[in-house]
C-alpha cells in the first residue's frame, strides 16, 4: 500500500474507513483511547480506528467535547507526525445496492468528489449534536437558525452572522447548512 495523499481526508462513520484521497484505508483495529488533546476546544480526544499504511499509521479520533474528527499521523515507530482535522460521512446502500452519501450518490471518483451532505430543515437541524453548534456559532446565532428553521421570525443580523459560518462548518463537521 502506498502513502496516502493526506490533503484528502475524509472517514466513514459508519463503516469506520478512512479515505486517504481516492485510496480506501481499514481499519485494522477499533480500539477507544485517549489520544490528544483537541486544538479547537481543548478538550479529549477519543480513538475510533486504527489503520496503516507502509509506511505510517493513522488514527482516527473525536473530540469528546465539540465532536471534531481528526487523523493522527504517526511514522513506523509510532512517532508523532502531524495532525489533521477531517470531515466525516456516513454512506448508506440503497435498494440497488449503489452506494449513497446521506441520499446524495456518491461521485464515480470517490468520496473525496462526492458532495457534502445538506442539511435542510429543523428536522435534520436538530440531529446535529449541540455540541457541534455550539462549537462554530454563537447563542443568538443559534436562536436564529433554530427560529427560521421553524418558519418563525427571527432577528436578520444574527441569522447573517450564522449564514458566513456555513462554510466553516461545513469544512469543520462535513455538513452543509443552508437554512
Given at each position: 500500500?502506498?502513502?496516502?495523499d493526506t490533503r484528502?481526508?475524509s472517514y466513514?462513520?459508519k463503516e469506520?474507513?478512512?479515505?486517504?484521497?481516492?485510496?480506501q484505508?481499514p481499519?485494522y483495529?477499533?480500539e477507544e483511547?485517549?489520544?490528544?488533546?483537541?486544538g479547537?476546544?481543548?478538550s479529549?480526544?477519543?480513538?475510533?480506528?486504527?489503520?496503516?499504511?507502509?509506511?505510517?499509521?493513522?488514527?482516527?479520533?473525536?473530540c469528546?467535547n465539540?465532536?471534531i474528527?481528526?487523523?493522527?499521523?504517526?511514522?513506523p515507530g509510532w512517532?508523532?507526525?502531524?495532525?489533521?482535522a477531517?470531515?466525516?460521512?456516513?454512506?448508506s446502500v440503497?435498494?440497488n445496492?449503489t452506494?449513497?452519501?446521506?441520499?446524495?450518490?456518491l461521485n464515480?471518483?470517490?468520496?473525496?468528489?462526492?458532495e457534502?451532505?445538506e442539511?435542510d430543515g429543523?428536522?435534520?437541524?436538530?440531529?446535529i449534536?449541540?455540541?457541534q453548534i455550539?462549537?462554530?456559532?454563537?447563542?443568538?446565532?443559534?436562536?436564529?437558525?433554530?427560529?427560521r428553521?421553524?418558519?418563525?421570525?427571527?432577528?436578520?443580523?444574527?441569522?447573517y452572522?450564522?449564514?458566513?459560518k456555513?462554510?466553516?462548518?461545513e469544512d469543520v463537521?462535513g455538513?452543509?447548512?443552508?437554512i
Amino acid at each position: 500500500m502506498t502513502t496516502p495523499d493526506t490533503r484528502n481526508y475524509s472517514y466513514d462513520l459508519k463503516e469506520n474507513l478512512l479515505y486517504a484521497g481516492d485510496q480506501q484505508v481499514p481499519a485494522y483495529e477499533l480500539e477507544e483511547n485517549e489520544i490528544g488533546t483537541c486544538g479547537n476546544c481543548e478538550s479529549t480526544i477519543i480513538s475510533l480506528s486504527y489503520h496503516e499504511t507502509d509506511d505510517e499509521f493513522i488514527v482516527a479520533g473525536k473530540c469528546t467535547n465539540c465532536g471534531i474528527l481528526s487523523a493522527n499521523i504517526y511514522d513506523p515507530g509510532w512517532n508523532w507526525v502531524c495532525e489533521i482535522a477531517i470531515p466525516h460521512f456516513s454512506r448508506s446502500v440503497s435498494e440497488n445496492n449503489t452506494d449513497e452519501l446521506s441520499g446524495t450518490r456518491l461521485n464515480a471518483q470517490g468520496p473525496k468528489n462526492a458532495e457534502m451532505p445538506e442539511i435542510d430543515g429543523l428536522k435534520l437541524l436538530n440531529s446535529i449534536p449541540m455540541k457541534q453548534i455550539e462549537a462554530i456559532f454563537s447563542p443568538t446565532e443559534i436562536t436564529a437558525l433554530f427560529a427560521r428553521a421553524k418558519g418563525e421570525e427571527c432577528i436578520r443580523q444574527y441569522l447573517y452572522n450564522a449564514r458566513k459560518k456555513y462554510q466553516t462548518f461545513e469544512d469543520v463537521f462535513g455538513v452543509k447548512l443552508t437554512i
